[in-house]
C-alpha cells in the first residue's frame, strides 16, 4: 500500500447530537451525521456511490440510510465490528476507489449506546455470552462477562511487569477530561476531575474505577473519503491519509498465554513506514481509549515512550495540550463520547485542519496525527494524517 | 439451593475438558504436531493449525501462581451478587508454565491477592454432576 500515500483523504466529518437518550433511532442519528458530513465536504448526497458502517447489531443499514438521502448507491457494506473498524473501512474504501470501483464513500457509525443496547451489559443471556465470545466457557462461570474485566486482567499484569502505577492510570483520565472542559459537546463537559478525587473513588472492577472505563452514549459520527484528486473541489480542507495498518491480530484476547503482546506492536511498524515519519513527528495524537489502560499500553507500542517510562511521560502532562502529544483533545471514549473510536477520528481530522484556531482547544502547529484504533489486545488498526 | 452462577457450557471442542472436571480430574488438549498445549481447547491447535490433537490427564492435584489479577466490586453476570470483592485470576501452572487457566481465588480478600501468589487447585461441585476447578492459596 506504499503507493496510496497521500494519495487519499478525509474531506467531510460530521456528528449528531451526543446524548444519554437520543429519543430517536439510530437511522435518525445517521442521517443527521451523514448531512452533517456533506455539509461539511460541499457534497451533494449524489455525490456519494459507496456507504459503509460497522455495528454490534444496534444500527441502522448502510441501504437504509442511502435511501433516506435519497440516493441509489453502487456499494454498500456493513460490518459486524467495534474498535479498530474505522480504520478498516477507511482502507477499504481506499482500495474500492484505487480499483475504480468507486468514486467517494461515507463511513459511518450510529449507536444508541446508552438508552439502547450498552456494550456494558446487563440483560445478556449467559449461555448465549459462553458461546458468542471466544472460550467463553472458561471465563464466564468464573464472573468474568465484561470487558473491564477482561482488560483489566491484561492491565495488572502489564503494570506489574512495568511500574505503572495507579496514579499513571489517573494521569490519562485527567488529561482527557480536562480537554472535555474546552469542549462543550463533551458528554463529561463540565465535570472537571482531580487526581484526589481520582484516588477517592471507589473501583468497580480493579484497577478501574469509573473514570477508567469509557462511557456510553448515544450519538452517530460520519466521515467521507475519497481521493485526493477529487479532494481538491471539496469545501473543506483535506486531510491526507500518509499510512494506513487497516487490521493486524493476534491471537484472541481470550488464549490468555501471552499478556505481552498486543496487536498494536504489529501496527506500529507499518503504519510508521507506509507514512514515512518517526513517532516524534507526531504532533497530536487519538488514542483508542476504551479503557485508560489501553491508551498507557498503546503509547508503548506506538513508541511514544519506551516500556517502563510511560507511566511518568504520562504524569509529566505530556498527553494534554502543550505537552508533547496533546492526545484525545475533545475527551476521548473517557469523557467526550463514544462510537467505537470514530468520534476520535472526527477528532484528529479537526486539529490537523487547525479548525479550532484561535481557541484553546487548537493545539499549536500540528500537522501529523496519529489515530488508533483498538478493539482489544486481539485486533488493532491506525493511521497517519497530514494537513 | 439451586446454584445461581453460571455453568460451563459443554461443546463438541471442550467437552473432554468439562467431563474431566466433573471427574475432579485436569484435562488438557495437546497438539501431536508442534507439541504444544492448548488451552482453552479448540477445534484444531491455535499455535500452528494442526487438527492432530489429543487429551492428556494431569491428575487433580495442581498447583500454580497467580500470573495476573483482577478484583470485581460488581456482579457483572447473575449469582455473582454475594462472592463481591470476587477475585478473578490467570493461574500459570507450576508444571506447565505455557498453560494458564481464568479462575476464582477463593477466600481471598483484595489485601491478601499478589502476583505470584502460589495457590492450589480445588474442585468445587456446583450441581450434582458437574464441577468446576477453584482456586485457594496453600
Given at each position: 500500500?506504499?503507493?496510496?500515500?497521500?494519495?487519499?483523504?478525509?474531506?467531510?466529518?460530521?456528528?449528531?447530537?451526543?446524548?444519554?437518550?437520543?429519543?430517536?433511532?439510530?437511522?435518525?442519528?445517521?442521517?443527521?451525521?451523514?448531512?452533517?458530513?456533506?455539509?461539511?465536504?460541499?457534497?451533494?448526497?449524489?455525490?456519494?456511490?459507496?456507504?459503509?458502517?460497522?455495528?454490534?447489531?444496534?444500527?441502522?443499514?448502510?441501504?437504509?440510510?442511502?435511501?433516506?438521502?435519497?440516493?441509489?448507491?453502487?456499494?454498500?457494506?456493513?460490518?459486524?465490528?467495534?474498535?479498530?473498524?474505522?480504520?478498516?473501512?477507511?482502507?477499504?474504501?481506499?482500495?474500492?476507489?484505487?480499483?475504480?470501483?468507486?468514486?467517494?464513500?461515507?463511513?459511518?457509525?450510529?449507536?444508541?449506546?446508552?438508552?439502547?443496547?450498552?456494550?456494558?451489559?446487563?440483560?445478556?443471556?449467559?449461555?448465549?455470552?459462553?458461546?458468542?465470545i471466544e472460550g467463553?466457557?472458561f471465563?464466564?462461570?468464573?464472573?468474568?462477562?465484561?470487558?473491564?474485566?477482561w482488560?483489566?486482567l491484561f492491565?495488572?499484569?502489564?503494570?506489574?511487569?512495568?511500574?505503572?502505577?495507579?496514579?499513571?492510570?489517573?494521569?490519562?483520565?485527567?488529561?482527557?477530561?480536562?480537554?472535555?472542559?474546552?469542549?462543550?459537546?463533551?458528554?463529561?463537559?463540565?465535570?472537571?476531575?482531580?487526581?484526589?478525587?481520582?484516588?477517592?473513588?471507589?473501583?468497580?472492577?480493579?484497577?478501574?474505577?469509573?473514570?477508567?472505563?469509557?462511557?456510553?452514549?448515544?450519538?452517530?459520527?460520519?466521515?467521507?473519503?475519497?481521493?485526493?484528486?477529487?479532494?481538491?473541489?471539496?469545501?473543506?480542507?483535506?486531510?491526507?491519509?500518509?499510512?494506513?495498518?487497516?487490521r493486524q491480530c493476534v491471537s484472541h484476547a481470550h488464549y490468555w498465554n501471552d499478556l505481552t503482546e498486543v496487536a498494536a506492536d504489529y501496527?506500529?511498524?507499518?503504519?510508521?513506514?507506509?507514512?514515512?515519519?518517526?513517532?516524534?513527528?507526531?504532533?497530536?495524537?487519538?488514542?483508542?481509549?476504551?479503557?485508560?489502560?489501553?491508551?498507557?499500553?498503546?503509547?508503548?507500542?506506538?513508541?511514544?515512550?519506551?516500556?517502563?517510562?510511560?507511566?511518568?511521560?504520562?504524569?509529566?502532562?505530556?498527553?494534554?495540550?502543550?505537552?508533547?502529544?496533546?492526545?484525545?483533545?475533545?475527551?476521548?471514549?473517557?469523557?467526550?463520547?463514544?462510537?467505537?473510536?470514530?468520534?476520535?477520528?472526527?477528532?484528529?481530522?479537526?486539529?490537523?485542519?487547525?479548525?479550532?484556531?484561535?481557541?484553546?482547544?487548537?493545539?499549536?502547529?500540528?500537522?501529523?496525527?496519529?489515530?488508533?484504533?483498538?478493539a482489544g489486545p486481539d485486533m488493532a488498526?491506525?493511521?497517519?494524517?497530514?494537513? | 439451593?439451586?446454584?445461581?452462577?453460571?455453568?460451563?457450557?459443554?461443546?463438541?471442542?471442550?467437552?473432554?475438558?468439562?467431563?474431566?472436571?466433573?471427574?475432579?480430574?485436569?484435562?488438557?488438549q495437546?497438539c501431536?504436531?508442534c507439541?504444544q498445549y492448548s488451552h482453552p481447547p479448540g477445534p484444531s491447535c491455535a499455535k500452528c493449525g494442526?487438527?492432530?490433537?489429543?487429551?492428556?490427564?494431569?491428575?487433580?492435584?495442581?498447583?500454580?501462581?497467580?500470573?495476573?489479577?483482577?478484583?470485581?466490586?460488581?456482579?457483572?453476570?447473575?449469582?455473582?451478587?454475594?462472592?463481591?470483592?470476587?477475585?478473578?485470576?490467570i493461574?500459570?501452572?507450576?508444571?506447565?508454565?505455557q498453560v494458564k487457566?481464568?479462575?476464582?481465588?477463593?477466600?481471598?480478600?483484595?489485601?491478601?491477592?499478589?502476583?505470584?501468589?502460589?495457590?492450589?487447585?480445588?474442585?468445587?461441585?456446583?450441581?450434582?454432576?458437574?464441577?468446576?476447578?477453584?482456586?485457594?492459596?496453600?
Amino acid at each position: 500500500m506504499e503507493s496510496i500515500k497521500n494519495r487519499y483523504a478525509i474531506v467531510g466529518v460530521g456528528e449528531s447530537e451526543r446524548s444519554k437518550n437520543s429519543g430517536t433511532t439510530p437511522l435518525h442519528l445517521a442521517l443527521d451525521a451523514a448531512r452533517a458530513a456533506l455539509n461539511d465536504a460541499g457534497l451533494k448526497a449524489k455525490d456519494i456511490d459507496g456507504f459503509m458502517s460497522y455495528s454490534e447489531n444496534d444500527s441502522c443499514t448502510s441501504h437504509q440510510l442511502a435511501t433516506y438521502l435519497g440516493v441509489r448507491p453502487k456499494y454498500v457494506k456493513d460490518i459486524l465490528g467495534g474498535g479498530s473498524s474505522t480504520e478498516m473501512l477507511i482502507a477499504d474504501a481506499v482500495g474500492l476507489i484505487e480499483s475504480g470501483q468507486l468514486n467517494t464513500v461515507l463511513i459511518y457509525r450510529s449507536m444508541n449506546g446508552r438508552s439502547g443496547v450498552r456494550m456494558g451489559g446487563g440483560g445478556w443471556n449467559v449461555n448465549m455470552l459462553q458461546t458468542a465470545i471466544e472460550g467463553g466457557s472458561f471465563i464466564i462461570p468464573y464472573g468474568a462477562g465484561s470487558p473491564a474485566q477482561w482488560f483489566g486482567l491484561f492491565a495488572t499484569r502489564h503494570m506489574h511487569e512495568t511500574g505503572l502505577t495507579q496514579e499513571h492510570l489517573g494521569h490519562v483520565c485527567l488529561a482527557f477530561y480536562e480537554h472535555a472542559q474546552r469542549n462543550p459537546k463533551a458528554y463529561f463537559h463540565g465535570k472537571p476531575l482531580t487526581m484526589d478525587e481520582y484516588l477517592k473513588t471507589p473501583y468497580l472492577s480493579y484497577p478501574f474505577k469509573k473514570h477508567d472505563f469509557c462511557l456510553e452514549s448515544d450519538e452517530a459520527n460520519a466521515i467521507i473519503v475519497t481521493s485526493a484528486e477529487r479532494a481538491e473541489g471539496c469545501k473543506s480542507r483535506p486531510v491526507y491519509i500518509m499510512g494506513l495498518s487497516a487490521r493486524q491480530c493476534v491471537s484472541h484476547a481470550h488464549y490468555w498465554n501471552d499478556l505481552t503482546e498486543v496487536a498494536a506492536d504489529y501496527v506500529a511498524p507499518e503504519v510508521y513506514k507506509m507514512a514515512g515519519v518517526k513517532p516524534e513527528d507526531i504532533d497530536v495524537a487519538s488514542i483508542y481509549d476504551c479503557y485508560s489502560w489501553v491508551v498507557l499500553r498503546q503509547l508503548e507500542a506506538y513508541g511514544f515512550a519506551p516500556r517502563g517510562e510511560v507511566g511518568n511521560f504520562v504524569a509529566e502532562g505530556n498527553l494534554r495540550i502543550g505537552g508533547k502529544l496533546p492526545s484525545n483533545t475533545a475527551g476521548g471514549m473517557l469523557s467526550e463520547g463514544y462510537t467505537h473510536g470514530m468520534n476520535n477520528v472526527l477528532e484528529i481530522v479537526r486539529q490537523v485542519r487547525h479548525e479550532y484556531k484561535g481557541t484553546d482547544r487548537q493545539v499549536e502547529n500540528c500537522e501529523i496525527g496519529i489515530c488508533t484504533g483498538w478493539a482489544g489486545p486481539d485486533m488493532a488498526g491506525a493511521m497517519i494524517l497530514r494537513n | 439451593m439451586e446454584y445461581q452462577k453460571p455453568i460451563p457450557l459443554k461443546t463438541q471442542d471442550n467437552s473432554p475438558y468439562w467431563d474431566g472436571a466433573d471427574r475432579h480430574e485436569l484435562i488438557l488438549q495437546k497438539c501431536n504436531c508442534c507439541h504444544q498445549y492448548s488451552h482453552p481447547p479448540g477445534p484444531s491447535c491455535a499455535k500452528c493449525g494442526s487438527s492432530e490433537l489429543s487429551w492428556e490427564s494431569q491428575g487433580s492435584d495442581i498447583n500454580g501462581k497467580v500470573y495476573s489479577y483482577i478484583v470485581s466490586y460488581r456482579p457483572f453476570l447473575p449469582g455473582f451478587q454475594d462472592d463481591l470483592p470476587l477475585v478473578i485470576a490467570i493461574v500459570e501452572l507450576d508444571m506447565l508454565p505455557q498453560v494458564k487457566l481464568i479462575g476464582n481465588i477463593l477466600h481471598c480478600s483484595p489485601e491478601e491477592i499478589e502476583m505470584g501468589m502460589p495457590v492450589k487447585m480445588v474442585w468445587k461441585d456446583i450441581m450434582d454432576d458437574r464441577s468446576i476447578p477453584q482456586w485457594i492459596q496453600v
